[in-house]
């Protein structure tokens, strides 16, 4: 069996993935591509002739092997990092295509799914969120955000912007903290945007890249149909997950809707926005490259230029950076699994980042994804850093240098 038609394999499966189509098995599925995909294939008739065998045994071989990857419980220690992707010779998306699809086959295998990761998925399913927070309380973070903020299912009509808060910031004290800074720099910016409020549901992105593309279907069906009945030219978001599915997996482009990260939009004002920057922070700040965006999207520069705008900011960079960085280890639905590591003995991807700031001379560990704002925070408490390090999100430092 030749390089090309391994090729052909990987490449078809990942134009046909975005279907959604897990009505077969993983085996069953890679058969029916390359069977109906692939010239070679139908013109040596080798599905139903002696010569077939050879291709047989090659199947059973890797299904013989995948049936033990699965059995080893690896696959549960995957966090969706695309580290596989910037490796990848072929720039082969093996995150966001094959890891879905074994997953899949892994979840059926379990004999006990961990519960917070349970737990999570059920969340999402019943109330459109993993905390199990009730639907209506979505936008209430918005009445102390100290700027106006407006909710299209309470005041309808066209807008510029439409900005998916997703949950954590949405339910999560924390994450609120950032719902706020962003609502801030919208206004600083001038900008014309909106929410969805009670409407809008998770993206779904965590539960497709986890185990259950299922939950991520009906998510995302669900958010389609609240948006088609708005009126407006770009979705922003600034969770990176759930940029990550607007942007490839949603059919946004088709309705002719842009989408972007909150880190990008600012970047593109960043002229406009650097003038009111005039309160110094005096921190060495190390600014983490978390999966999505970075590797996963190219967006290296953006947070740095914006970072280096901030008077007072000295950018350090940790030991693993841009495309070498590590993973917060949130991804994959490992911001629900963290008991689970504990309990096979495994280290928290989270303190090893923290250990690499503080290594780095670093006062400010600078993020630009809602779900790494309590894992590193975390992290610094285990370690004992909480003297020495602090975590802030990339909007929230520049909010604050709006205050001077």
Known sequence: MSCGIIETYVADLFAHSKVGNHGISLFGYLFKVAQGACR???ENK???SPASEGIGQFIKKLRGLLDQVIASGSLMRCV???????????SIRLTD??????????????????????????????????????????????????????VLAEKPGPVDILWFVECYPSFYPRGQATAKATAKLFHALGLDFAILGHEEQCAGECGRLTWEPGLFEKLAEANMKVLRKRQFKRLVTGDTH???AFKNRYPLAEEGWEVEHMTLLLARHLDQLKP????????KVAYHDNCCLGRGMGCFDEPRALL????????????HNRQNSLCCGGGGGGMWLDTYYKSKGMDRLSERRVQEAVAA???VLAVSCPLELSRFEDAVKTLGHEKQLVVRDVVELLAESLEG
């Open 276 to 283: 009111r920057l005039t309160k110094r922070l005096e921190a």
């Open 308 to 319: 280096g705008a901030i008077p007072g900011v000295t950018l350090v960079e940790m030991a």
């Open 40 to 42: 070679y294939f139908s």
């Open 242 to 244: 759930a940029f990550n």
């Open 97 to 150: 295509v094959l890891l879905p699809l074994v997953k899949e086959q892994t979840l059926a295998n379990l004999k006990e799914m961990p519960g917070e990761l349970q737990k999570s998925l059920e969340n999402m399913a019943r109330y459109g969120n993993p905390l199990g927070e009730s639907p209506r309380k979505r936008a209430a973070w918005a009445a102390t955000a100290g700027v106006p903020v407006r």
């Open 46 to 48: 080798l599905f139903g």
């Open 361 to 363: 001379g670093a006062d």
């Open 80 to 90: 969706s990092c695309y580290a596989c992707l910037s490796k990848c010779p072929r």
